[in-house]
């Protein structure tokens, strides 16, 4: 299994009150590392995005025919160990083309919730992650790690993970250690699991977690250690999204505005799009601060 065992979890506590009292909000984002808001976004917004998303697994063979799709119900037998790379890789690349995708990465309470964090505007990441978990493949959950591994640039980036539908703890709803950004930098090694890497957790860490609503969003330091639960359904496929948020003025790396993977140019990814989107290259707007990839700290 690639998640650690978690000892003690607790509910989580609703931060949206706090959206109105930045200070409160600050204080209770610097003493957990991770803040959760209840309802943050319109449901309807992620449905749209799911529907697109199994539309797309269904056409892969990965939903259960016969089944209302958007049930998201996983087809029999399948297993991620025996997928084709190729065929993974070609899902995955569909998925970044989907202009309703990245239009969830710049949601305007999403945005608005992230500034008063920071107390100035918000550079949204370009670099956007979609996730799709199956049933019963608990190797390929996501380990225990820090984001700030992969991530790099400013220390005040924090990510954004959205479940695309409702998403109880049997699904696999991602779990954060309390106070864990508050221990630095941590020792990452290689291990099975979605991003390859983990850190170390300890036996007495209280974790963050719980059963996730759609539209619900939580979001965590980039050296707050967080995993997800597995997907221990049977029959269910978990698809989310992780987008990351850092003040604009911050350094940001170079990797971070390019499309997940590397496997696609931008102007793949807006091959089908309007030619005036908004949406396109809308980090080209501010004077960042842009430093080279050196992975790690």
Avoid at 37 to 56: A, C, N, Q, V, Y
Avoid at 98 to 121: I, Q, T, V, Y
Avoid at 236 to 245: E, G, P, T, V
Avoid at 257 to 268: A, F, G, I, S, V
Wanted: glycine share 8%.
């Amino acid at each position: 299994m690639a998640t650690t065992a978690m000892k003690t979890v607790e509910p989580f506590i609703d931060a949206t009150p706090l959206l109105d009292e930045p200070e409160l909000l600050r204080r209770r984002a610097s003493t957990d590392g991770f803040l959760f808001f209840s309802g943050l976004i319109d449901p309807e917004r992620i449905f749209k995005l799911r529907r697109e998303m199994l539309k797309t697994c269904r056409r892969y063979g990965w939903v259960k025919e016969g089944s209302e799709f958007m049930d998201g119900i996983a087809a029999p037998d399948i297993e991620m160990i025996n997928f084709a790379p190729r065929a993974w890789g070609d899902f995955y690349n569909e998925i970044l083309k989907l202009r309703s995708f990245h239009a969830l990465s710049l949601e305007p309470n999403l945005l608005a919730a992230c500034d008063r964090l920071f107390g100035e505007k918000t550079l949204p990441h370009s670099r956007n992650i979609a996730r799709l978990s199956f049933p019963q493949n608990e190797d390929y959950a996501t380990p225990p790690h820090q984001d700030h591994y992969y991530i790099g640039g400013s220390r005040r980036t924090w990510t954004a993970w959205i479940p695309c539908g409702h998403c109880p703890v049997a699904l696999g709803g991602l779990a954060v250690a309390k106070g864990s950004h508050h221990l630095g930098f941590l020792d990452t090694h290689k291990a099975t699991g979605a991003g390859g890497h983990a850190v170390e957790t300890g036996r007495d860490w209280v974790w963050g977690g719980g059963d996730y609503r759609c539209g619900d969003v939580i979001i965590c330091h980039s050296l707050a250690v967080h995993q997800a639960f597995p997907n221990t359904t049977g029959d269910q496929l978990r698809l989310s999204c992780d987008f990351r948020y850092q003040p604009v003025g911050d350094p940001v790396r170079e990797d971070s505005l390019q499309p997940h993977m590397n496997w696609l140019t931008w102007e793949d990814v807006y091959e089908s799009w309007p030619d005036n989107d908004p949406l396109k290259y809308y980090w080209k707007c501010e004077d960042l601060n842009i430093v080279k990839q050196v992975k790690g700290r």
